[in-house]
């Protein structure tokens, strides 16, 4: 059932839809998923949610600065099936991202689609960072642009995203290292990109999967807040 309003009186966190198995919310860019290390890292999406939602368990996460779909599940049988879903990839996600200067499309298309296929290994004396490696797990993002331009950010495009697999900070790695990153990144921009845009300009706007116990199609979708 679709909800409304904010689920924890210590923040204003979007509910989209909850049912018995799962929970979809809209976090917000700035919120961690999951607690942190640390006391001032406690704070997050899964403890205002398990606030209300005792049963809530994290099935995938979204980095702090990211924005978005969140789906969580309700208690451990639940959980284990979301999960297997993800890493079957049997569900379709999509995000928004406003990237610097144009990236450039081969002549082949699908519908526009474009893909990077870079491996992504972890960038161990700079951790938490990644970097593309040959050593790297495979890795592949789908990408097209999208019509129309926004005088807020010139000499710039909106990106429709689709991640075939799901690494730790894929999007924002693969897109910086064809030479377009994400404006607003802190991790992967150059200083003058980041300080383009207010926040990370990159938003999880679509969730598509089958319900694992009634077996419904389900379909989430949350537009960019930018």
């Not at 290994?121 to 790297?136: I, K, M």
């Not at 200083?191 to 694992?212: D, F, G, I, V, Y």
């Amino acid at each position: 059932m679709p909800l409304d309003g904010s689920v924890s009186a210590s923040g204003a966190l979007q509910g989209l839809y909850a049912d018995d198995t799962l929970l979809v919310f809209d976090k917000p860019a700035g919120l961690l998923s999951v607690p942190g290390r640390g006391p001032d890292k406690q704070d997050c999406l899964a403890s205002r949610v398990q606030a209300v939602y005792a049963d809530a368990l994290v099935v995938h996460r979204l980095d702090m600065a990211t924005s978005g779909l969140l789906l969580m599940a309700r208690g451990a049988s639940a959980q284990r099936a979301l999960s297997a879903a993800f890493a079957e990839r049997a569900v379709t996600k999509r995000y928004m991202a406003v990237v610097d200067g144009t990236p450039p499309a081969s002549e082949q298309t699908d519908g526009g689609w474009q893909t990077i296929d870079l491996p992504i290994a972890v960038d161990w004396p700079r951790r938490p960072l990644r970097v593309v490696a040959a050593s790297g797990q495979p890795s592949t993002t789908r990408w097209r642009a999208l019509p129309g331009t926004d005088a807020r950010w010139p000499h710039c495009t909106r990106l429709e995203l689709a991640p075939v697999t799901g690494r730790t900070h894929q999007l924002r790695l693969h897109l910086a290292a064809i030479g377009h990153p994400i404006l607003g990144d802190a991790l992967y921009a150059n200083p003058t990109q980041q300080a383009r845009a207010p926040r990370l300009l990159l938003h999880a706007s679509e969730l598509a999967l089958t319900h694992p116990v009634s077996g419904q199609a389900l379909h989430f979708s949350c537009p960019a807040p930018f």
